[in-house]
């Protein structure tokens, strides 16, 4: 999961019941949660909130090199050959992953890999991802994980439109569940982008009503092909209206979320001083008493001076994620009663 997420990830870990195993506390913004798992695969691949799931080998041995010995090698190869039965012809390459890649023991490593499995190497298209590290759980030795799809879990199939800036489907997903999603909800999704909260939220829990907003015509274009190709089973709502203004009653909404512009691939930061204040009121205005709203910004300081002086909202959370080298904010608002 992404750096600062941990507990969320964590609580959706949970619900694999007795089959899950957690094998030390979760780490402070470790983007890691380490854990034993003896039920059915497939369940860990249903997953929402983490970008990748491994399975891990733990070598007691002082330096890589003695991976190759035959019984750790065969060790190795037994374990690839599970993972490739979880999704048979889908790994077509494989990489590994490793300080020292270009030396010369990881460079037999991956030679005797290729020969042994019969699938080429790749630098840069990897199905099959192998990564090589000292043990993290053991106080010495060193630890092979593999990961157990082809892609990272965060990519959906759904996506099939792309925007700059598109939040990732892992990401949204925690932000949709810390909307404590109900069946009964009215959600609204400000500045909507290509849909990716949207979709997330109906994958989370059904939904009453479900809408979303931006004034972007290339993003409601692409929220329509995502939503069509993830074949949710509820109408969404899409709307040209501004964030700052929708068309909604007073007191309407259930939940609220938002990934505001951060002022970098979009927006700039004298444009977010005005854009910000407004949509925090317009949400303010449409969002039922003791409502949620779930923000993401980088714009740290500037949202922690509106929310330090709103009397509309109230934050019951603030967490600090890292994501694609940037260091941004979940905020979780409440609505405060009149």
């Known amino acids: 999961m992404a750096a600062g997420l941990e507990q969320v990830a964590f609580q959706e870990l949970c619900h694999l019941g007795t089959s899950m195993q957690l094998l030390q506390p979760l780490g402070l913004n470790s983007g890691v949660i380490d854990f034993r798992y003896r039920g059915d695969s497939q369940r860990l691949l249903q997953l929402s909130t983490v970008l990748n799931i491994y399975a891990g080998l733990h070598y007691a041995i002082p330096r890589p090199k003695a991976i190759l010995a035959q019984a750790n090698f065969s060790r190795l190869l037994q374990s690839i050959q599970q993972v490739l039965q979880l999704f048979p012809k889908r790994f077509r390459t494989f990489g590994i992953s490793a300080a020292g890649s270009d030396s010369p023991v990881l460079q037999q490593l ?177 969002a039922k008493p003791r409502g949620r709203f779930v923000l993401m910004t980088q714009e740290i300081t500037l949202m922690d001076q509106l929310l330090e002086a709103s009397t509309e909202w109230k934050i019951l959370d603030c967490l600090k994620i890292t994501l694609r080298g940037l260091h941004p904010r979940i905020y979780v608002l409440q609505r405060k009663a009149a």
């Open 110 to 286: 991956q030679q005797q890999l290729a020969d042994a499995l019969g699938i080429p190497f790749s630098a840069t298209e990897v199905d099959l991802l192998v990564r090589l590290r000292p043990a993290r759980l053991q106080t010495e030795g060193w630890e092979v994980l593999l990961r157990l799809t082809p892609r990272p879990l965060s990519v959906r199939d759904w996506r099939v439109a792309d925007m700059k800036g598109a939040l990732n489907a892992a990401v949204a997903h925690s932000m949709v569940l810390l909307t404590q999603p109900k069946a009964g909800d009215k959600y609204l999704n400000l500045a909507c982008g290509s849909g990716t909260l949207l979709i997330e939220r109906l994958m989370a829990a059904p939904a009453r009503r479900v809408i979303g907003c931006d004034t972007n015509p290339d993003a409601l274009q692409a929220a329509q092909a995502n939503l069509l190709a993830s074949r949710v089973q509820i109408a969404v709502e899409l709307h040209d209206w501004d964030a700052r203004a929708t068309n909604l009653p007073d007191a309407s909404i259930d939940a609220i979320s938002a990934d505001l512009p951060f002022g970098i691939n979009i927006g700039d930061h004298t444009g977010n001083v005005e854009l910000y204040p407004q949509i925090l009121a317009e949400a303010a205005r449409v």
